[in-house]
């Protein structure tokens, strides 16, 4: 099985970027990640890490795909991911929703064992490991990994988990997918800067689509499909995955447009995503079954 070290890491999605590693359509891969602090925060007597080069929100890859060409879109099913067995938190003075409330770094470490993690002394939480950062490389200039897209990046979609399947866009040839960010457990709205920051292995299996029509980034998890947009404000992001999933549910189900802002309003769930990100992010949800009723079936 090919394997993507946390070597190669870097903090940019971008054209010029050399791959790391190349595949074909429908194989396997495994990418090894770093935590958003470039594992640089290992103890909590150092909030602030002890890399004076980190990189933010590193991600492990790209990786080029043969048949990955500009128009077609690739489909990622995540096969599994592991966490590491520890995990971090820290919070912020300057980003983040509650930045008011501190006056500098403070960090705490949680051991991550058997798929939970103690909170404290009354409290054990179920982990649900997710990916903060996927995407692949943009046509124009690159994106820094800290930044969501249309291209994916840093959308920290909680729903991007064990099982799910997230469709991407092929901008460049060979579509130069990374990841990293992963988080072993997240609320939405990611609202006090982090989730509970891990590093690990993401499986993958890639295989491109061709001639296909989706609203990229989408994502299909636990029985809904999702479009997810980022914009400068979350009114704008809103409005841009609930056109994105009426325009599809029109093309997937036959709808006209009055029936499909219909059955959007009886049953898509509206999410906030992440809102600490140069960019914010929401999702449309709607369940898929609904749309398999009409003989839809995704790619």
Not at 14 to 28: I, N, R
Not at 46 to 70: I, M, Q, S
Not at 87 to 101: K, T
Not at 283 to 289: D, G, S, V
């Amino acid at each position: 099985m090919l394997v993507i070290g946390r070597d190669n890491v870097r903090d940019i999605l971008d054209k010029d970027v050399e791959p790391a590693a190349v595949c074909s359509s429908g194989d396997t891969v495994v990418f090894e990640t770093r935590d958003c602090y470039d594992d640089g925060v290992v103890c909590e007597e150092r909030p602030l890490g002890d890399k004076e080069d980190a990189l933010e929100n590193p991600a492990t890859g790209p990786l080029y795909v043969r048949e990955a060409l500009p128009g077609d879109v690739l489909k990622v099913e995540i096969l599994d991911i592991i966490p590491r067995s520890w995990g971090v938190m820290r919070s912020s003075p300057v980003a983040g929703v509650f930045r008011e409330d501190f006056t500098g770094r403070t960090a705490r470490i949680f051991s991550l064992e058997n798929g939970k993690t103690v909170f404290d002394e009354k409290l054990t939480l179920e982990l649900d490991t997710m990916i903060g950062v996927i995407g692949t490389a943009p046509a124009g200039t690159g994106i820094t990994t800290d930044t969501p897209g249309s291209h994916g990046g840093n959308m920290d979609c909680k729903k991007i988990v064990r099982g799910s399947v997230l469709y991407l866009p092929v901008s460049v040839p060979g579509a130069l997918l990374s990841m990293g960010d992963l988080h072993g457990l997240m609320g939405d709205g990611e609202v006090m800067i982090c989730g509970l920051e891990t590093g690990g292995e993401v499986t993958v299996r890639v295989t491109v689509v061709k001639a296909c029509c989706l609203p990229t980034p989408f994502l299909y998890c636990r029985g809904d499909v999702m479009t997810i947009q980022s914009a400068e404000t979350l009114d704008e992001a809103g409005d841009m995955a609930a056109k994105a999933m009426k325009d599809f549910i029109k093309r997937a189900a036959g709808k006209d447009d009055f029936e499909a802002a219909m059955l959007m309003s009886l049953l898509s769930n509206m999410a906030v995503c992440q809102v600490v990100d140069p960019l914010k992010t929401v999702r449309a949800e709607f369940p898929l079954k609904v749309l398999e009723t009409y003989g839809y079936h995704l790619p």
